[in-house]
């Protein structure tokens, strides 16, 4: 597989850096602090939502929204209602009945900074967050396609996607073992499905038909595979100082990770792969698909 070429470098990090600006902007007029007694709710989802994070699901809805010649507006919104479901999704695994972390993006904990009630009811209303800015008509005038947005996101979110990887993610710290099929399974609900609506949301406001989504699924289902891989190895060998939280928990809690059952060079073989086979989904795109080659290129080589 090629590497990330200069060029290739040069587009990412300028997306990257366009994308973190837009979606907290967005976050900061989406969040303002009230003159009551749900300041601190607001204060902690801002402290949540806003700063933090590579953005990576929203530069995915907004690359492929890009494709199609999607509003800039329109796509990132909609992109900041994914992230607002990643969000929540970290403010709860985070918590003490869950992975228990003191450290967050280099940063306390929400639970740490605020308390454990405030955490659990930001959680909740950035859920819940996601959904309004899923519905306004700001987002899209065509209420086929807000509601066709909202049912994506929600598909992803709920049992059948990232909650339903997290109890089985639950079941393998409580002593289930997994094989690699099994994880795989885990790992494309817990972390897959999340990215790939991020990139059938794009598709969805682009007016593409179902039917005409394929390759995109498919592009979405490879990277998601290879960005957990990434995330495995990166628990395994990475600098907690890059990553900004406690690393090699899931060593010392004895589960089964793609790392332990392939072996590090067979997991690093294995994303490799996947991402060559994922750019190759997008061989009916010329350029305008650029940015998502990038995208799944940078998916294996980051450093946190």
């Known amino acids: 597989m090629a590497d990330l070429a200069s060029a290739d470098r040069m587009l990412l990090a300028d997306a990257l850096q366009r994308v973190q600006r837009e979606v907290d902007e967005a976050f900061d007029q989406f969040l303002p602090v009230p003159d ?14 806003i700063g933090g994070g590579k953005r990576v699901r929203p530069l995915l809805t907004a690359a492929t929204a890009g494709m199609f010649g999607v509003v800039r507006d329109a796509a990132i919104r909609t992109g900041c209602a994914v992230e607002a479901i990643h969000v929540y999704s970290l403010v709860h695994d985070d918590l003490p009945c869950m992975d228990d972390d003191d450290l967050r993006h280099g940063k306390p904990t929400l639970h740490k900074a605020f308390d ?16 309004e800015i899923l519905s306004m008509p700001e987002t899209s005038g065509d209420p086929f396609v807000r509601a066709e947005l909202v049912a994506a996101l929600a598909g992803a979110s709920g049992w059948g996607g990232m909650a339903g990887g997290q109890m089985m993610d639950i ?3 409580s002593g ?5 099929h099994t994880i795989t399974r885990l790992q494309q609900l817990k972390t897959g499905a999340l990215l790939g609506a991020a990139v059938e ?7 593409v038909p179902d039917e005409g989504r394929g390759h995109l699924r498919a592009y ?29 928990k899931d060593e010392e809690a004895g589960k089964a990770t793609f790392v332990s059952l392939m072996g590090t060079e067979g997991a690093r073989t294995q994303a490799r792969a996947l991402v060559d086979q994922a750019i190759g989904h997008l061989s009916a795109y010329g350029r305008e698909a650029d940015l ?3 995208l799944a290129r940078y998916i294996v080589e980051r450093d946190h």
């Open 36 to 49: 009551d007694t749900r300041a601190p709710l607001i204060e902690a989802m801002r402290y949540a939502a």
């Open 116 to 131: 454990e009630a405030t955490a659990v009811l930001a959680g909740d209303s950035l859920h819940a967050l996601a959904f």
């Open 171 to 173: 079941a393998a710290e």
């Open 176 to 180: 289930a073992k997994h094989d690699l």
């Open 201 to 207: 949301m794009g598709a969805i406001l682009g007016r």
């Open 220 to 248: 979405a289902r490879d990277i998601g595979l290879a960005f957990q891989i990434a995330d495995d190895l990166l628990d395994a060998e990475g600098d907690e100082e890059l990553a900004g939280k406690a690393l090699r």
């Open 292 to 294: 998502l080659r990038a």
